[in-house]
Each structure stands twice: as structure tokens, then as C-alpha cells.
């Protein structure tokens, strides 16, 4: 049984339109990541939180924003998708020394 | 600058025999190494780690080797199955950047019948 949960698993939408993808996790983890995939490519970090009110952008810049209210969750949201935002979205919860725990991610496809 | 290289993009082993992935970094500061797998349209799943204290890991069929001189390690299956077909990323840390894993761009395993 997960002990992350992203929703939805997979979404198309059109260009222009505001959308946010859900991340929970029941694991009471302070810390979090959103990290995007496009098919055959490496991880890339495009936000953290190290707990309740702490948000950091990543690696990779993205125009999407994260909030974290509460502990177990963290959602990521894009104000306007555009064709480029088209990718694997990847939510994780964990430390460095027991690892991450991913989520099964959001394949997101803006038309 | 990537910190954590996986050089082969795909590999490709008959069933039954040894697959072995290599990943190579460039901070001497990593002190703890994690392999993960992923399948299409899936998170990523931890598989096994190793801390920099130990040159040896083994769990099952996967076993992890680190050459700290090399700043090298490696992901040794054996038997490889055909289920074992996935991508894996290596990962690494240090304690001086919090808690933020470092990946490698994957390498594919493809496990033939």
C-alpha cells in the first residue's frame, strides 16, 4: 500500500489553464520534492520543502509554485499550462538516509 | 555539471545472467549512495544503498559496490530476471547539502527471455 499518494495519475488539458497536482503522504515526513521526468531523461529537482511553510525552488526552473500547509501534503500548481509544461511530475517524501518514497506521479499533457 | 553520471543509457542482458550498472560521480563529498528503479508511468523505488564507511552491499539478488578512489559504484544482479526490465538511477548524498539526493540520468535494463 502507498504511502504517497499523487493525483491525478494522468491529465490532459488545454493550453491556458490552471491545474494542481496532489501530493500526500502518511508517512509524517518534514521533508518533500516535486521532481520532473520527460521520458528517457534524468530527475530533475523543481521544488522542496523542508516542513510546514517552507518552500525552495529546485535545480531546474519551473512556472510552477508549491505551497505546504500542512505536513502531508504538497501540491504544485501551474497558474497557465503551456505544451512545454508536458512532462512526468514525480512527488517524494524522505531523507537521504532511508531514501526517498516516490509517488507513482502525474503524467501531465497540455494540448 | 553533472555531479552523478550513469554513461550507458541502456544495457541489454540474457535471463539468468549478470546485469551490472555502472554509475560514476564527482563530489568527494557524497557519503551515501542509493540505486532506485522505475518503471513506465511509475515513481522511482528505492532498491538498495550503501554508506561510504562500507565498500560491500548486498540484499537478494542486488548487490551494490563502491570504489571511493574510482568515486565509483555499482549495481550487480544476478540472476537477472525479465521483471528486472526498468530503468535505474543512482543517487548520492552528503551530509553538508541536507537532505537532497543527487541522480544519475538512468540506465535501462532490458532483460531478454
Known amino acids: 500500500e502507498a504511502d504517497i499518494y499523487q493525483t491525478p495519475r494522468y491529465l490532459v488539458i488545454g493550453t491556458g489553464k490552471k491545474i494542481t497536482l496532489e501530493c500526500s503522504q502518511t508517512?509524517?515526513?518534514?521533508?518533500m520534492y516535486w521532481y520532473q521526468q520527460d521520458p528517457g531523461m534524468e530527475l530533475h529537482l523543481i521544488h522542496y520543502?523542508?516542513?510546514?511553510?517552507?518552500?525552495e525552488k529546485g535545480d531546474l526552473s519551473s512556472e510552477s509554485t508549491v505551497s505546504r500547509i500542512r505536513t502531508e501534503h504538497f501540491p504544485l500548481t501551474l497558474e497557465s499550462a503551456r505544451p512545454s509544461h508536458t512532462s512526468q511530475y514525480l512527488c517524494?517524501?524522505?531523507?537521504?538516509?532511508?531514501?526517498?518514497?516516490f509517488g507513482s506521479g502525474t503524467r501531465l499533457t497540455v494540448v | 555539471d553533472q555531479q552523478v553520471k550513469q554513461n550507458s543509457p541502456s544495457l541489454s542482458v540474457q535471463e539468468g545472467r549478470i546485469s551490472i550498472l555502472n554509475c560514476d560521480y564527482t563530489?568527494?563529498?557524497?557519503?551515501?549512495f542509493l540505486w532506485y528503479k522505475k518503471y513506465p508511468a511509475e515513481g522511482p523505488t528505492f532498491l538498495i544503498s550503501?554508506?561510504?564507511?562500507?565498500d560491500k552491499n548486498e540484499d537478494g539478488r542486488f548487490t551494490v559496490f563502491l570504489n571511493k578512489s574510482a568515486k565509483h559504484l555499482s549495481l550487480h544482479i544476478v540472476p537477472s530476471q525479465p521483471g528486472d526490465s526498468a530503468v535505474y538511477f543512482c543517487?548520492?548524498?552528503?551530509?553538508?547539502?541536507?537532505?537532497?539526493?543527487?541522480f544519475g540520468g538512468g540506465t535501462r535494463l532490458m532483460v531478454k527471455p
Open positions: 517524494a517524501s524522505g531523507d537521504r538516509i532511508y531514501g526517498y518514497t
Open positions: 508517512m509524517g515526513h518534514d521533508k
Open positions: 520543502s523542508y516542513g510546514v511553510n517552507s518552500t
Open positions: 563530489n568527494s563529498m557524497f557519503d551515501y
Open positions: 550503501i554508506s561510504s564507511i562500507k
Open positions: 543517487a548520492a548524498s552528503s551530509n553538508n547539502a541536507g537532505n537532497m539526493l543527487t
